[in-house]
């Protein structure tokens, strides 16, 4: 799930045809974006295979990834206004790319932990750039097209997974199948930095104001107890999503392959459900959300998530697990928006300062579940280390209080 920065829509008029064409473009980053590393996904568990690693050697591994995210997440917005949101969403694609072939096809566990921080740390530099250059985009559009962006990227993580399954399928070596994959997205991302808009940047992309206010909060105000507790269960809620995305990220193919013995071809579709599922909770939510409010559809999605996942967990079949993952990836498909919406509309905060923490802090659910999943596996079975993920969906239960029950205008 990607980082969201606030803006002011102003009232232009009707897009022309540059517009248009960036809007193209800026799908066509985020589309990428989702399909690259997806491409690798279903790989893992032929990787974990041929490194002979364990599940917790494996777990601190792919911890790598967040690790590399976490630490270039605070450099992206420099970059951005260095180069341009344009040209580092493209550089980041292409050298995520490489990243995801050094991982797929590195000879020991060291190479394949440096290749994943640095697709880490690409990514999250393209995560914010293409963002950056997308609210340029909704701002010449003068109304919210951000959402649709992240859709595409949905779709696009499902092309990847579908990719590598077919690849799988083909008995495709992962050195073949990731070097075409990476040099398809990067002609992509080369020809869309074509079409996207020309100029400076003028909107911040690391959570700062033009205003010069003081951090502390609106009209330099202290920050309230209230408040720094809010802005902790909405990182809770975002967090809870992420631990429930890597599971499908990291273990989905892993488990499926492993414990419940199914081909490695039809493992990769635990982690195809669920970003698929996904994709369609985030065409559905604004709907949702505009008619019975955020608290009830985030209770919602938390107990489909729970519910559906702690039923593959308790019966667990190969098209049971499958469907479970679906279930996950739907009840969460709205939870990291909604907690980016509610934080940066918090009192006493200068705007996109909560927003900022929140996209910030989430990516510890990443950083630290893969580890845990992992340890959990070894001492006991990685069946009873999937239990985080039914856990922490009611966690989004018990916290989502703090969302607006108020439907939107």
């Not at 790598?64 to 344009?86: C, D, E, K, N, Q």
């Not at 073949?176 to 400076?200: K, Q, T, Y």
């Not at 009209?219 to 269960?233: E, F, N, Y």
Request: proline share 5%; glycine share 12%.
């Amino acid at each position: 799930m990607r980082t969201i920065v606030r803006m002011s829509v102003e009232s232009v008029a009707r897009p022309g045809l540059a517009d248009r064409r960036a809007r193209a473009a800026v799908a066509a980053l985020f589309f990428t974006n989702g399909a690259l590393f997806a491409n690798l996904i279903p790989r893992y568990p032929q990787v974990k295979a041929d490194l002979g690693l364990s599940n917790a050697v494996y777990g601190l591994s792919v911890a790598a990834f967040p690790t590399g995210a976490i630490i270039a997440g605070a450099a992206a917005g420099v970059l951005v206004r260095r180069f341009g949101s344009a040209r580092a969403a493209t550089a980041g694609t292409v050298l995520t790319g490489a990243g995801a072939l050094v991982a797929g096809v590195a000879p020991s566990v060291w190479a394949f932990a440096a290749a994943l921080f640095l697709a880490g740390a690409m990514d999250a530099v393209t995560d914010v750039a293409q963002n950056a250059h997308g609210l340029r985009v909704q701002r010449r559009y003068g109304r919210s097209i951000i959402n649709s962006f992240h859709a595409v990227w949905s779709i696009g993580a499902v092309t990847g997974g579908a990719m590598a399954a077919e690849a799988i399928a083909a008995g495709l070596p992962r050195g073949i199948h990731l070097s075409v994959s990476a040099a398809l997205f990067a002609v992509v991302a080369l020809v869309a930095l074509r079409f996207c808009l020309p100029g400076p940047e003028v909107e911040p992309v690391d959570g700062t104001v033009a205003d010069g206010g003081s951090a502390s909060g609106r009209g330099g105000r202290a920050i309230g107890t209230r408040t720094v507790l809010v802005v902790a269960a909405l990182v809770l809620i975002a967090m809870a999503a992420t631990v429930v995305e890597d599971a499908g990220n990291s273990w989905a193919a892993i488990y499926l392959s492993g414990p419940l013995a199914a081909p490695v071809a039809v493992a990769a579709w635990g982690y195809i459900a669920l970003v698929g599922a996904q994709f369609v909770g985030r065409l559905c939510g604004d709907r949702l959300v505009d008619r019975f409010g955020q608290r009830t559809v985030a209770r919602a999605g938390g107990l489909v998530a729970a519910g559906g996942m702690a039923l593959a967990l308790a019966y667990p079949t190969v098209p049971g697990t499958i469907l479970g993952f679906a279930a996950a990836g739907l009840g969460v498909a709205t939870l990291v928006p909604a907690a980016m919406h509610e934080a940066d509309e918090l009192p006493g905060l200068k705007p996109g300062t909560g927003l900022t923490i929140v996209s910030w802090l989430m990516r510890l659910g990443f950083l630290l579940s893969p580890p845990v999943v992992g340890a959990v596996a070894d001492a006991s079975s990685l069946r009873l280390g999937l239990v985080v993920v039914p856990a922490a969906a009611l966690l989004v239960v018990v916290v989502a209080g703090v969302l607006s029950q108020k439907p939107r205008s």
